[in-house]
């Protein structure tokens, strides 16, 4: 059973920087694409960026371009996402996901594990 529990949310003026992580346990990781995505109020849930566990290959949404940077530690079966010039649009609930088929995939469906998500809210 994969668990993924994501921490390190929480309020942070415009201009400021956060990093999100989230625990993985549960199963070998090591074909998996893990990424994030957000959901803000009224909104859709939005890919933000993703990685491949194997290689570290990398990708991201037009909007996280430049300021996200995601990134996994093996060793510690976590991923990360480095926020830097948060915006208040932002704001969201982010989520972690996991995909076993390791494609990188900006799909939603394509991840059949989701973690609880912890709230990012940027003031202005």
């Known amino acids: 059973q994969v668990q993924l529990v994501e921490s390190g949310g929480r309020l942070v003026q415009a201009g400021g920087s956060l990093r999100l992580s989230c625990a993985a346990s549960g199963r070998a990781f090591s074909t998996y694409t893990m990424a994030w995505f957000r959901q803000a109020p009224g909104e859709e849930r939005e890919f933000v960026a993703a990685v491949s566990w194997r290689d570290g290959r990398t990708n991201y949404a037009d909007s996280a371009l430049g300021r996200f940077t995601i990134s996994r530690d093996k060793m510690k079966n976590t991923v990360f996402l480095q926020m830097n010039s948060l915006k208040p649009e932002d704001t969201a609930v982010y989520y972690c996901?996991?995909?076993?088929?390791?494609?990188?995939?900006?799909?939603?469906?394509?991840?059949?594990?989701w973690g609880q998500g912890t709230q990012v809210t940027v003031s202005s």
């Open positions: 996901a996991a995909d076993q088929f390791g494609a990188l995939s900006l799909e939603q469906r394509s991840y059949a594990y």
